[in-house]
């Protein structure tokens, strides 16, 4: 099988701009995963696809820096008391099984529809997943900054944790108990999005939020964890297929370690809500990215007739928005590193409420 | 990964010999692109060259990085900002006193 598939793989020739490009948006994807959790995959397969990559050379290439590069930023987090271990485990598990489900899912619309129809769905997934989670994280962030005071857990994740439903389990880092079976479904959403649009953390990360109940600083560096433990799998069934190009894999790693760990370093650095407020603005930018490249795949489905002038030029703002939408992620998290250099920074805002109250006495 | 501490002070030396190691991997890899090339795409347990590649890079390469971003002086605020959670001990199971025979003399 993989002799077959070697002998139809072209591997590029690498010219300066190529490795430039790939070591930059390494960086930068670093620097967003290792504040976020996720990140980068989105801009770094498409972009290694317009260099002329291959797709399938592309996502195995991609996955390949994925998992060492999740790994560095799980062990950086972790040596802050960030990361539980054992709630990225039990996610990663029932992740896996997402992951199958979403590759089926996946082969049966390609089989049905053809690729046109596959993009489509990918597309449709990205927009609406991402405009609803991401909406509702921005606007928790948006309410957060605006009227001070700390992050505190989600009434449904207060709600889900009262229920005694064995198998419970203790995360300690997290500091919650909650039963396995609420962390099924996250895990599982996390795996099938992952299968889906190569992003699991952004159904992961608000998921072991808003459901499980861990703070935003625990769920972004956790979800290192199942990035790596994914990603591996993922890296060495691609492998098995000599599908890997080690050389575009080198150059994107030796990028995004420096911004993993830069970016796991802005975690220590500023206030818990900017990690959602970073993750909500990217979110919503992909969405809307992804949105202008449905109307090429409706027309190629033949719905129903697009200009080529406009396809063309929706494709481009498509791309040069995703690559927007990490570009102004990296600059809010470097923003927000600069501000916090001086302790005042670091200090909760007082509350609309507080500044009030002072005001009248 | 090298065990790397957070400290103030800035391990310049420690930054140069990870620095100068990861040039020459990346050296060796890129000099041999078309050999690497043609044995680590053959697949089934050739898959293990390029999985362990990548290890080995970032094991070498993410020590670098980490003493570069301190001897930059990007720091780490002092207080970590996810404090872990005290360790509880387990309470000792508390022995009842049994009802014992005795002889009445």
Known sequence: MHEAAQEAVKFIDLNLMAVLFLFLVGFIGGLVSGFIGSGGAFVLT???????????????????????????????????????????????????????????????????????????????????????????????????????????????????????LPPMIHFKTANLRISFWFTVPVGFATGMLAATIAVGGFIGVPGMIYIIGASSLVASATELVIAFVMGFGGSINWAIHGMVDIRLTLIILAGSLLGVQLGAIGTTMVRQHVIKMVMGTIMLIVALSRAMAIPKYVERLGLFSVPPELVDLLSKASFASMCAALGIGAAMILGAMWRARTPSAREPKESAVEKAYQSAH | MAQVKDEPSRPVGKMVLFGLLTAALYGLIFANADWVMEYFTRGAWYAAMPVATVFVFSFVHGAFASHLWSVLGVGVSRKPAQPRPPKVRKALRRRRPQPQLRLET
């Open chain 1, 46 to 164: 498409p972009g290694m696809m317009s260099l002329g990559v291959p797709g399938a050379v592309a996502v195995a290439s991609n996955m390949c820096h994925k998992f060492p590069k999740a790994m560095v930023g799980a062990y950086k987090r972790f040596k802050y008391g960030q990361v539980d271990i054992k709630l990225g485990l039990v996610m990663a598990a029932t992740a896996a099984v997402g992951v199958q489900v979403g590759i089926r899912i996946q082969q049966l619309i390609l089989s049905k529809w053809g690729e046109a129809g596959s993009d489509l769905y990918v597309s449709l997934a990205f927009v609406v997943v991402l405009v609803t989670v991401g909406g509702y994280v921005f606007r928790d962030a948006r309410r957060i900054s605006k009227y001070g005071g700390e992050e505190r857990r989600s009434a449904l994740a207060e709600r889900l944790q009262r229920i005694e």
